[in-house]
């Protein structure tokens, strides 16, 4: 009896830690206006949205430049990683939005730059177009912290 109810109590415990959710904001002008979160963290798993290459003033920083645009973005997914306790070791899979696949060649190389020896699933898929015309990627990535 003694070991079932170690067993519940610490099943509790378990599912109450897992149930814990921490959030991040940058306080993009989106956020408030779509309902999301740049990042949220359940448990030891990080889930960072999709993010673009925007500055700490919501500027587009390497406007016409995908390899700019890239680094720019993956800074930023950084930040937020770092704020719920994450790092770009940490993360599993990376999803790219880009609006034009020609461009491969650049968005890989600054992709590669950060993650080369990490080496987490990748997709990249070409999209229409982003919400903003000058925007060429935005990236999301999950994390699981050990």
């Known amino acids: 009896m003694a070991v079932s109810k170690h067993r519940a109590s610490t099943r509790k415990l378990l599912l109450t830690i897992m149930a ?7 306080g993009t002008k989106w956020e408030p206006i779509v309902g999301y979160s740049r990042a949220i963290r359940l448990g030891s798993q990080v889930f960072v949205t999709g993010t673009t ?10 406007v016409g430049d995908a390899y700019a645009q890239t ?10 990683l770092a704020a719920l306790g994450a790092g770009l070791k940490d993360v599993v899979r990376t ?3 880009v609006t034009d696949i020609a461009r491969w060649e650049e968005y890989g190389r600054a992709h590669g730059e950060f993650f080369r020896e ?6 990249m898929v070409e999209v229409r177009r982003l919400i903003d015309d000058r925007m060429l990627i935005e990236i999301e990535v999950d994390a699981v912290v050990e």
Do not use: H, L, W
């Open 20 to 26: 814990e959710k921490q959030y991040y904001s940058t």
């Open 53 to 62: 290459a925007t500055d700490d003033r919501g500027e587009i920083v390497g």
């Open 71 to 80: 680094v720019q973005v993956i800074r930023n997914i950084e930040r937020a």
């Open 95 to 97: 999803r790219m939005f």
């Open 118 to 123: 990490i080496r987490p699933c990748a997709t």
